[in-house]
């Protein structure tokens, strides 16, 4: 195969570049992390419908009420919605190539979510104080499951963050930056999404009537 | 010497018997056709265990009132690891074989998006199937007492510690969550593949059905796995950690479960049952020389099936009392799916009415799977009516009604697709002689057991039971249905044999397109060089190959002028990466069962899981970091 010789079949002029050819013009990874996301979507969905199904049905204590402050979380939530901020921040940087603004913002981002973990960590012993346990009450699995997985998800995000300020800073990031940076934040903005709703059907709705 | 024209395209044979096989090529392939291979071979093995499991269950049930051949005990071990083989390792498998190999020689893709991750699946799926069947071994080898004995649908609260002591039930639980791990990995890697990667001119509308089913059905696994994973979870928990998830004096209730594996459970039927529609539908128009009769029927019928799926899970719990509200909405909802899925049946028919038929080996495999599994619809649709399901449930009817869609019908259809498409792979054709023989057998041996259950169940024999009482007239039937297991199990080995003669060279050589088919991936050469496609074929109608060599439409085939991949294609090499993450992460999983394994939390071995699972998930972590390295090496 000297030159490009187009065998018989081949269509297609020899400007047409195969390598970044997407049919629906979207970047592979950020298609893929979105059906990842819808599928999270059912993973919490079936943790919050399990919270909801047993909402109310503890035969002993301690009840929410008894132990939440909603105060102290109304805090933690706060930072991790303004975490959102600073990734949205951190993502323009990176698509406008300003390295300094994206690596700020990328550390902001990080501090705020082990915030937000390390408060999680607090409320969790606060509660396991107060008598509310794994094992206790449905009330306890429910709690824990539930908001122990959302923490989960936050702290993977939060090393990914880490991950990703290193690898940018090296500039070993191949391909787009932006989109790279883009992908972690698609996910970052997920977590924080479903905490609204947990925050929301949690901690909030005891607090209603 | 390139403008070679389609009838060179056919002496290509042996252009490409140099490859590399040895065992540390396959170990790292990233080659979604290797990967599509070792899925299909996997897969008949798994599906060998799980017969082999049959045929024990049959043999106890051969006579009434038997009680030397196995136990209670194992009996329950037996059906839990056949139906649990051949949902998971077996029939998902051997789909997934198709998706492989197929996918991306439909849409005009060189691999998939990812090709290391679809080699990260393979693993994980292979680890986990090797993992659901380590108490068997163990038990053999005298060192645990059960294997998992909780059926396929592991209820609450039979599974949780009170009543399943021991490790079965963890080892069951966590071979789950790896394979389901495994499916939604290849789920995004296939809906990015098929999305993203179409050729030019490879408009949705155009893609060949198989693709479609296989899209509808990457939709399903990625929205009911995780569904099934929490439940998993929650029952790891009641069992290691004594949550309440499932636990009834607590006030747990044990109809969560049901309704989280429900919820994934049905939509997994779809999962198991479209991909085989999606091959027919394939095999059928070639051979009766037409299109598909209302393809965009086809199509949408079975978008539908996806949709409708995920609402009708609670009509395998109408026994449990859900109220006259719950029973109607979703006696409607089954109902309404047997709408689509007879267009299906109709379409199938109307394809090949009028057509010139050809009756090969890989047509009447398609034929078996319209005729049995049209039986195996009419006895379901019955159960959507809650007071003839109340009957029917926990009745042999059920197991008559399930294995004429998943035996007759999804299997079937799969060995359709071995037949039809193993000269793709391999560039011969598969020996006929053995090959007829095993669909006779499969043919007789399908009808000769499973026909005898629906009169079985109607007499009100239930299912999962060790023993039945003599003189009731189930002497008959049961002999029967043993019988026809075992004419089964000859025809599979028939089948096999087939397989493995093939492998070793027997069977007529032929070339690129023996069937004379119409989609893209019979354009190339037989078996596809590793790059697929020597140009990206530019796409101008859901049949491209046959309009150009009968319709004088554009050319797609593929000139294949030696070895090597053109200069300008770039394939990703090889990697062992994705086999040393899948150990990592199947040992995370494993580890478990130190600390959480035997339905107890053990409190001394804890530290020991914690220190085991940390020093995987560092390898873990690791391994993803040197795979992103590795991405970043120029090339």
Same mark, same amino acid.
């Given at each position: 195969?000297?030159?490009?010789?187009?065998?018989?079949?081949?269509?297609?002029?020899?400007?047409?570049?195969?390598?970044?050819?997407?049919?629906?013009?979207?970047?592979?990874?950020?298609?893929?992390?979105?059906?990842?996301?819808?599928?999270?979507?059912?993973?919490?969905?079936?943790?919050?419908?399990?919270?909801?199904?047993?909402?109310?049905?503890?035969?002993?204590?301690?009840?929410?009420?008894?132990?939440?402050?909603?105060?102290?979380?109304?805090?933690?939530?706060?930072?991790?919605?303004?975490?959102?901020?600073?990734?949205?921040?951190?993502?323009?940087? *990176?698509?406008?190539?300003?390295?300094?603004?994206?690596?700020?913002?990328?550390?902001?981002?990080?501090?705020?979510?082990? *915030?937000?973990?390390?408060?999680?960590?607090?409320?969790?012993?606060?509660?396991?104080?107060?008598?509310?346990?794994?094992?206790?009450?449905?009330?306890?699995?429910?709690?824990?499951?539930?908001?122990?997985?959302?923490?989960?998800?936050?702290?993977?995000?939060?090393?990914?963050?880490?991950?990703?300020?290193?690898?940018?800073?090296?500039?070993?990031?191949?391909?787009?930056?932006?989109?790279?940076?883009?992908?972690?934040?698609?996910?970052?903005?997920?977590?924080?999404?479903?905490?609204?709703?947990?925050?929301?059907?949690?901690?909030?709705?005891?607090?209603?009537? | 010497?390139? =403008?070679?024209?389609?009838?060179?395209?056919?002496?290509?044979?042996?252009?490409?018997?140099? %490859?590399?096989?040895?065992?540390?090529?396959?170990?790292?392939?990233?080659?979604?056709?290797?990967?599509?291979?070792?899925?299909?071979?996997?897969?008949? $093995?798994?599906? +060998?265990?799980?017969?082999?499991?049959?045929?024990?269950?049959?043999?106890?049930?051969?006579?009434?009132?038997?009680?030397?051949? $196995?136990?209670?005990?194992?009996?329950? %071990?037996?059906?839990?690891?056949?139906?649990?083989?051949?949902?998971?390792?077996?029939?998902?498998?051997?789909?997934?074989?198709?998706?492989?190999?197929?996918?991306?020689?439909?849409?005009?893709?060189?691999?998939?998006?990812?090709?290391?991750?679809?080699?990260?699946?393979?693993?994980?799926?292979?680890?986990?199937?090797?993992?659901?069947?380590?108490?068997?071994? #163990?038990?053999?080898?005298?060192?645990?007492?059960? =294997?998992?004995?909780?059926?396929?649908?592991?209820?609450?609260?039979?599974? #949780?510690?009170?009543?399943?002591?021991?490790?079965?039930?963890?080892?069951?639980?966590?071979?789950?969550?790896?394979? !389901?791990?495994?499916?939604?990995?290849?789920?995004?890697?296939?809906?990015?593949?098929?999305?993203?990667?179409?050729?030019?001119?490879?408009?949705?509308?155009?893609?060949?059905?198989?693709?479609?089913?296989? #899209?509808?059905?990457?939709?399903?696994?990625?929205?009911?796995?995780?569904?099934?994973?929490?439940?998993?979870?929650?029952?790891?928990?009641?069992?290691?950690?004594?949550?309440?998830?499932?636990?009834?004096?607590?006030?747990?209730?044990?109809?969560?479960?049901?309704?989280?594996?429900?919820?994934?459970?049905?939509?997994?039927?779809?999962?198991?049952?479209?991909?085989?529609?999606?091959?027919?539908?394939?095999?059928?128009?070639?051979?009766?020389?037409?299109?598909?009769?209302?393809?965009?029927?086809?199509?949408?019928?079975?978008?539908?099936?996806?949709?409708?799926?995920?609402?009708?899970?609670?009509?395998?719990?109408?026994?449990?009392?859900?109220?006259?509200?719950?029973?109607? +909405?979703?006696? =409607?909802?089954?109902?309404?799916?047997?709408?689509?899925?007879?267009?299906?049946?109709?379409?199938?028919?109307?394809?090949?009415?009028?057509?010139?038929?050809?009756?090969?080996?890989?047509?009447?495999? +398609?034929?078996?799977?319209?005729?049995?599994?049209?039986?195996?619809?009419?006895?379901?649709?019955?159960?959507?009516?809650?007071?003839?399901?109340?009957?029917?449930?926990?009745?042999?009817? $059920?197991?008559?009604?399930?294995?004429?869609?998943?035996?007759? !019908?999804?299997?079937?259809?799969?060995?359709?697709?071995?037949?039809?498409?193993?000269?793709?792979?391999?560039?011969?054709?598969?020996?006929?002689?053995?090959?007829?023989?095993?669909?006779?057998?499969?043919?007789?041996?399908?009808?000769?057991?499973?026909?005898?259950?629906?009169?079985?169940?109607?007499?009100?024999?239930?299912?999962?039971?060790?023993?039945?009482?003599?003189?009731?007239?189930? %002497?008959?039937?049961?002999?029967?249905?043993?019988?026809?297991?075992?004419?089964?199990?000859?025809?599979?080995?028939?089948?096999?044999?087939?397989?493995?003669?093939?492998?070793?060279? &027997?069977?007529?050589?032929?070339?690129?397109?023996?069937?004379?088919? &119409?989609?893209?991936?019979?354009?190339?050469?037989?078996?596809?060089?590793?790059?697929?496609?020597?140009?990206?074929?530019?796409?101008?109608?859901?049949?491209? #190959?046959?309009? %150009?060599?009968?319709?004088?439409?554009?050319?797609?085939?593929?000139?294949?002028?030696?070895?090597?991949?053109?200069?300008?294609?770039?394939?990703?090499?090889?990697?062992?990466?994705?086999?040393?993450?899948?150990?990592?992460?199947?040992?995370?999983?494993?580890?478990?069962?130190?600390?959480?394994?035997?339905?107890?939390?053990?409190?001394?071995?804890?530290?020991?899981?914690?220190?085991?699972?940390?020093?995987?998930?560092?390898?873990?972590?690791?391994?993803?970091?040197?795979?992103?390295?590795?991405? +970043?090496?120029?090339?």
């Amino acid at each position: 195969m000297s030159s490009h010789a187009v065998p018989a079949g081949a269509g297609h002029d020899e400007t047409f570049d195969e390598h970044h050819w997407r049919s629906l013009g979207v970047d592979h990874m950020k298609l893929a992390f979105w059906t990842f996301l819808g599928s999270d979507c059912f993973f919490f969905g079936s943790l919050i419908g399990t919270y909801m199904y047993y909402r109310g049905q503890s035969l002993v204590g301690p009840y929410p009420r008894d132990v939440f402050d909603v105060n102290i979380t109304s805090i933690s939530t706060f930072l991790l919605l303004m975490s959102s901020f600073t990734m949205v921040l951190a993502v323009l940087g *990176a698509k406008t190539g300003k390295r300094g603004m994206t690596l700020v913002n990328l550390a902001l981002t990080a501090a705020m979510g082990s *915030a937000f973990v390390a408060f999680q960590m607090y409320e969790f012993a606060h509660f396991y104080h107060a008598g509310l346990t794994l094992q206790g009450n449905l009330f306890g699995s429910t709690f824990y499951i539930l908001t122990g997985f959302h923490g989960t998800h936050v702290a993977i995000g939060v090393l990914w963050l880490l991950l990703s300020m290193f690898w940018y800073g090296k500039g070993w990031i191949r391909g787009d930056e932006g989109n790279a940076i883009e992908v972690a934040g698609l996910y970052w903005h997920f977590v924080d999404i479903v905490w609204i709703v947990i925050f929301t059907v949690v901690y909030l709705m005891e607090f209603v009537a | 010497m390139s =403008t070679a024209a389609t009838t060179e395209v056919e002496h290509h044979a042996d252009v490409h018997e140099e %490859e590399d096989n040895s065992l540390w090529s396959w170990l790292t392939t990233v080659d979604h056709k290797r990967i599509g291979k070792l899925y299909m071979f996997s897969a008949l $093995i798994f599906f +060998a265990m799980g017969g082999l499991e049959a045929l024990f269950i049959r043999v106890q049930l051969m006579y009434p009132e038997q009680s030397e051949f $196995i136990s209670a005990q194992t009996y329950n %071990e037996m059906f839990t690891m056949h139906a649990t083989t051949m949902v998971f390792l077996a029939i998902m498998p051997l789909s997934a074989a198709f998706f492989n190999f197929l996918i991306p020689l439909q849409i005009g893709a060189r691999d998939v998006a990812f090709p290391r991750m679809n080699a990260l699946s393979y693993w994980l799926f292979l680890f986990g199937g090797i993992f659901l069947n380590v108490p068997i071994f #163990l038990k053999l080898l005298g060192v645990v007492g059960v =294997t998992p004995d909780g059926g396929w649908f592991g209820y609450a609260n039979m599974t #949780l510690s009170k009543y399943s002591p021991g490790m079965s039930i963890d080892f069951w639980i966590l071979g789950l969550a790896i394979l !389901g791990n495994s499916s939604m990995m290849a789920g995004f890697n296939f809906i990015t593949t098929i999305l993203n990667l179409r050729a030019p001119g490879m408009t949705l509308f155009r893609m060949p059905i198989f693709t479609w089913m296989s #899209l509808v059905v990457q939709f399903l696994i990625v929205m009911s796995f995780p569904m099934v994973t929490v439940g998993l979870l929650l029952m790891l928990f009641d069992r290691s950690f004594g949550t309440n998830f499932y636990f009834p004096p607590n006030g747990g209730d044990p109809l969560l479960w049901q309704h989280l594996f429900w919820l994934f459970g049905h939509p997994e039927v779809y999962i198991l049952i479209l991909p085989a529609m999606g091959i027919v539908s394939e095999v059928l128009p070639v051979f009766a020389r037409k299109p598909l009769f209302g393809a965009p029927f086809v199509i949408f019928s079975g978008i539908m099936i996806g949709f409708v799926g995920f609402g009708v899970w609670s009509h395998h719990m109408f026994t449990t009392g859900l109220g006259p509200v719950a029973d109607a +909405a979703f006696s =409607t909802t089954t109902m309404l799916i047997a709408v689509p899925t007879a267009v299906k049946i109709f379409n199938w028919i109307a394809t090949m009415w009028g057509g010139k038929i050809s009756f090969t080996l890989p047509n009447v495999y +398609a034929i078996t799977f319209v005729f049995l599994f049209t039986i195996g619809g009419l006895s379901g649709v019955m159960h959507a009516s809650p007071p003839v399901d109340l009957q029917q449930q926990d009745s042999y009817f $059920i197991v008559a009604h399930f294995h004429y869609v998943l035996v007759g !019908g999804a299997l079937m259809g799969l060995f359709s697709g071995i037949t039809f498409y193993w000269p793709k792979m391999y560039g011969r054709k598969l020996p006929d002689g053995l090959g007829w023989i095993a669909w006779a057998l499969f043919f007789a041996g399908i009808n000769v057991t499973f026909f005898p259950m629906h009169f079985l169940g109607a007499m009100g024999m239930i299912r999962r039971s060790w023993q039945y009482p003599a003189g009731v007239g189930l %002497e008959g039937y049961n002999l029967m249905a043993t019988v026809g297991a075992f004419l089964i199990a000859t025809g599979f080995a028939f089948f096999f044999v087939n397989l493995i003669r093939g492998l070793l060279g &027997a069977g007529e050589k032929v070339g690129d397109d023996p069937w004379d088919a &119409a989609t893209l991936e019979w354009s190339m050469a037989s078996p596809p060089p590793h790059y697929n496609f020597r140009k990206l074929p530019v796409v101008h109608s859901d049949r491209p #190959l046959w309009d %150009e060599k009968h319709e004088g439409g554009s050319p797609v085939s593929q000139a294949v002028i030696g070895k090597d991949a053109p200069a300008h294609v770039e394939m990703p090499p090889p990697s062992y990466w994705p086999l040393l993450l899948a150990l990592f992460q199947g040992g995370f999983f494993a580890a478990f069962l130190i600390g959480g394994g035997g339905g107890k939390f053990d409190a001394s071995a804890f530290g020991t899981q914690v220190m085991v699972q940390l020093v995987m998930g560092l390898g873990m972590l690791f391994t993803m970091f040197a795979w992103i390295r590795e991405d +970043a090496r120029p090339r």
